[in-house]
């Protein structure tokens, strides 16, 4: 099944929600957003992880919504945005967030997203324009854990990368070759061990199919991230950040590991951000899944809200 | 001589112009430019070749400011502009532009540029936020000529990269080995023969000593084009085109490129932009060295008039 690249060439596999999408033209991409909660509040940009639309952030949209106007995006090759053959790097998707605040938010951000999108956090906190990012929430981000040649730790084919390159191998670019039989067959004796326990529904789920499985081949192969290194970008960090640290575990034998990143890791990215002078609060929970923000969305937002308390921001001034 | 990454920390390296130098904080890079011309008169952006600075357009600057409000920029890694080791990315620098175009020029601008600026001036043309770009020059781009794999003609290496490697090899990132007589000693075996004729000065040419050797890295070994294919780059353009065609010659032997683009590859370039239905207006000087601009200014600036005439753009409603 060979799907097209814009939202209208693959208008089957999509499903309603409770929040309405819109979508705004980017000039490469056109992307797909839904918002909620008070206009004149301060601005809260969700952004997704690898194989997450927007709608992963569905339930914890509302209680955001307390405290945030709120905005959830569909990244570039995920949802009903386009999806970009050979150009799914992490800064062709930072660049895709600066024009989103740009012409949709229009103001000052605070910024948070989980694992890719807890990357392009990071991005957004060290490469943003100027004054567009208030402060920044790395969910579960695998910083230095999804460079193929990291500074510091262990490489994404020792995480989670083959996970990656197994959906790319038999789903295809652009779901060019579909063979979801094929892949839970092969899942067992494909993956290393730490990854072939994981089971593999009957069909693929909601999420995948809205997903371009050649993100897979960019983030396995390192080519998504061959222009940024990791140690780099957290040294430009120009604004306060909470970093959340969900479950993670580290085969004594192999080195192997099941998380995002590893403690070391996470100790390196606490120490780069603090020399670049900006506030890291880094809070730790070992028994949290990698989706935080739909497991608990309470506990996500609680969190969010007491750090956000905590930075005692100033109030900004309008413009104009 | 390891120098630094902005421009306070290697200000011994430049040199007086007529036109004054501005800097912008684009949030990665604070990018350096010029401008000359009534404030009130269409915008036209110029963009540099690689390793040239904004000043190569110096003698064609007051020739264009007849009819243009110009605006001539160094680009990351040049002049006075800020240095990204690990980051020259042609989607990087092209991003730039985005900003710089929204944040100093501020309406909708006919962009130029030379070589690897005329690549970005493609870029632009299919890649800039909507409503940036009004219409766009390529000067002698090395649209294919520039990647390592190339839809159609020849690659780099059998192109300029060798030169591109050479520099970087004697040069070393930001200029960390700086052997200016070793890579003058080494030229004559080190490149094919197609470029070993070329004579190197005593000393290192002002626009060189402005210019990060990594670029050179970078293009040569295709990480700057990496997530930029020209063809799809191509039939995303959404503007008209003026095309200038400079010097090239073809070794009937080797196959190898002495010029930026080949005949084959210029008429591939026509065809893609055609399909895309934007009128493309190929123009031919094949005793023209590369760098029109600044070798024949009236020429250079003559033809962008008679063309900027011929597409009898829609003066702008002037916003707000």
Redesign the interface.
């Known amino acids: 099944m060979r799907l097209g690249l814009e939202a209208e060439d693959r208008d089957e596999i999509f499903v309603p929600h409770v929040f309405d999408e819109h979508r705004v033209?980017?000039?490469?991409v056109r992307m797909n957003y839904a918002t909620v909660g008070d206009a004149s509040a301060p601005k809260l940009l969700l952004i997704p992880a690898q194989s997450e639309s927007w709608w992963g952030y569905e339930k914890a949209m509302p209680l955001l919504a307390e405290r945030f106007n709120v905005f959830a995006v569909d990244l570039r090759g995920q949802g009903r945005s386009t999806w970009t053959?050979?150009?799914?790097?992490l800064?062709?998707m930072g660049?895709d967030l600066?024009?989103f605040i740009?012409?949709v938010i229009g103001e000052p951000t605070v910024v948070s997203g989980l694992s890719s999108g807890g990357m392009l956090s990071a991005w957004l906190s060290?490469?943003?324009?100027?004054g567009?990012i208030r402060a920044a929430v790395y969910e579960d981000p695998p910083l230095f854990g999804a460079e193929r040649d990291p500074a510091f730790g262990h490489p994404t084919s020792q995480g989670a990368g083959p996970i990656f390159a197994m959906w790319h191998k038999w789903l295809g670019d652009q779901w060019s070759i579909g063979d979801w039989n094929g892949m839970r067959a092969a899942a067992a004796h494909e993956l290393p061990p730490h990854l072939a326990g994981r089971p593999w529904p009957l069909d693929p789920p909601q999420n995948l199919r809205e997903y371009d499985p050649e993100w897979g081949r960019a983030f396995s192969s390192g080519?998504a991230l061959?222009?940024?290194?990791h140690a780099?970008m957290l040294s430009?960090v120009k604004v306060p950040v909470l970093f959340t640290h969900h479950s993670r575990q580290i085969d004594p034998h192999t080195g192997r590991v099941q998380g995002a990143i590893s403690d070391l890791q996470a100790g390196m990215v606490c120490e780069i951000v603090t020399s670049a002078g900006q506030p890291i609060d880094y809070r730790s929970f070992p028994q949290m899944g990698h989706f935080m923000h739909a497991q608990d969305p309470e506990l996500f937002c609680r969190t969010i809200f007491d750090w956000h308390d905590s930075l005692q921001l100033d109030p900004l001034v309008p413009v104009g």
Chains 1, 2 share one sequence.
């Open positions: 033209d980017l000039g490469e053959p050979g150009r799914y790097t800064d062709n660049n600066v024009r740009d012409l060290a490469y943003a324009k100027p567009q080519s061959a222009g940024c290194d780099r430009m």
